[in-house]
């Protein structure tokens, strides 16, 4: 008999806790028919009666509380698209940006290669002037 008492006063206790921390996680917008206040007291001075009371009458309609987030899909959320977007428009304006700086490299490479090539014409007139009309070159003075 007295084991069963003592089982009885665990499980009484245990639905306490269960129910006040329940009580403590719900909105007090969303708690029916008696403020938060008052479900606490119930709760707490009328243990069995105070548990089964808040689950029929005091507990919010919704089983989610208003801290446990709803897990959705990514792509019903918004956030989630928005950010996907953004990311989206990064990556493609960086690889408009890479292609632009390799355009610019090889523009600049063929630029430095054509005044490469019209350097030596130049010096080989400069020196044509400097010949005589035989084909030989004149001594510098």
């Not at 909105?27 to 009371?53: N, T, Y």
């Not at 956030?79 to 610019?104: G, N, Y």
Request: proline share 4%.
């Amino acid at each position: 008999m007295v084991r069963f008492i003592i089982f009885a006063a665990l499980i009484s206790v245990a639905l306490m806790i269960y129910t006040v921390i329940e009580c403590a996680r719900s909105e007090a917008h969303q708690v029916r028919s008696l403020p938060k206040a008052a479900w606490f007291a119930v709760i707490v001075f009328l243990p069995l009666i105070g548990a089964a009371l808040w689950f029929t009458l005091g507990r919010p309609l919704s089983a989610e509380t208003s801290t446990a987030q709803t897990s959705r899909a990514p792509d019903d959320d918004e956030d989630f698209l928005r950010q996907l977007e953004v990311w989206r428009r990064q990556q493609q304006r960086d690889a408009e940006l890479t292609a632009r700086e390799e355009e610019l490299k090889r523009r600049e490479a063929d630029q430095q290669k054509n005044q490469s090539t019209e350097r030596p014409s130049k010096e080989t007139k400069d020196h044509k002037n400097k010949s005589d009309g035989n084909g030989t070159a004149a001594p510098e003075s």
